[in-house]
T-cell receptor, first 115, second 112 residues
Framework: EADIYQTPRYLVIGTGKKITLECSQTMGHDKMYWYQQDPGMELHLIHYSYGVNSTEKGDLSSESTVSRIRTEHFPLTLESARPSHTSQYLC??????????????FGPGTRLTVL | LAKTTQPISMDSYEGQEVNITCSHNNIATNDYITWYQQFPSQGPRFIIQGYKTKVTNEVASLFIPADRKSSTLSLPRVSLSDTAVYYCLVGVSTDSWGKLQFGAGTQVVVTP
């Protein structure tokens, strides 16, 4: 069973607030990812990291930012939340040294609602 | 990353076999075919991966023809708990980039 955690699971906030979505994994994986998924829609990669101090933007443009100061921790921040940010945010990690090198282990997600 | 095409939805009754076919005409020589399952309000989870012919595990079977331009995920004797979205992905198994491209997936609904 994968050990990847996301907090909070659900968040309802008002427009303009700064928020940070937490993601932690205890598997020692170097690679971590953030996806955004609207209900019934596909996942879109918004950020990824290959290791400490490495962050890249994903395929879908996002106003969020990420940091990777520690291997196990990959938080996502929205400086000023807007209703258009309402979505589910999924964090994942992977380890190319594993037999299925590109298998990604997902957290339970954070469902964000911005009023 | 090769593009994949799969049906939007499939309905089934409990106890039946469900087969989901995915097309990937532009699959590259080094690409593996991977399937993920996603339950509502959860992240996707890996269920099976293959390169060619047939792969079977405790959850599903994956059939890949010789030309590898398509693949079929087979779920034997489905139960209500198999209701989920199933994603077909194509990519290099040990790609140093590690990026996956999820399509829209196939919503499988199992009814009694």
């Amino acid at each position: 069973e994968a050990d990847i955690y996301q907090t909070p699971r659900y968040l309802v906030i008002g427009t303009g607030k700064k928020i940070t979505l937490e993601c932690s994994q205890t598997m020692g994986h170097d690679k971590m990812y953030w996806y955004q998924q609207d209900p019934g829609m596909e996942l879109h990669l918004i950020h990824y990291s290959y290791g400490v101090n490495s962050t890249e933007k994903g395929d879908l443009s996002s106003e969020s930012t990420v940091s990777r100061i520690r291997t196990e921790h990959f938080p996502l921040t929205l400086e000023s939340a807007r209703p258009s940010h309402t979505s589910q945010y999924l964090c994942a990690s992977s380890d190319p040294r594993l037999p299925r090198g590109n298998e990604q282990f997902f957290g339970p997600g954070t469902r964000l609602t911005v009023l | 990353l090769a593009k994949t095409t799969q049906p939007i939805s499939m309905d089934s009754y409990e106890g039946q076999e469900v087969n989901i076919t995915c097309s990937h005409n532009n699959i590259a020589t080094n690409d593996y075919i991977t399937w993920y399952q996603q339950f509502p309000s959860q992240g996707p989870r890996f269920i099976i991966q293959g390169y060619k012919t047939k792969v079977t595990n405790e959850v599903a079977s994956l059939f890949i023809p010789a030309d590898r331009k398509s693949s079929t995920l087979s779920l034997p004797r489905v139960s209500l708990s198999d209701t989920a979205v199933y994603y077909c992905l194509v990519g290099v198994s040990t790609d140093s980039w590690g990026k996956l491209q999820f399509g829209a997936g196939t919503q499988v609904v199992v009814t009694p």
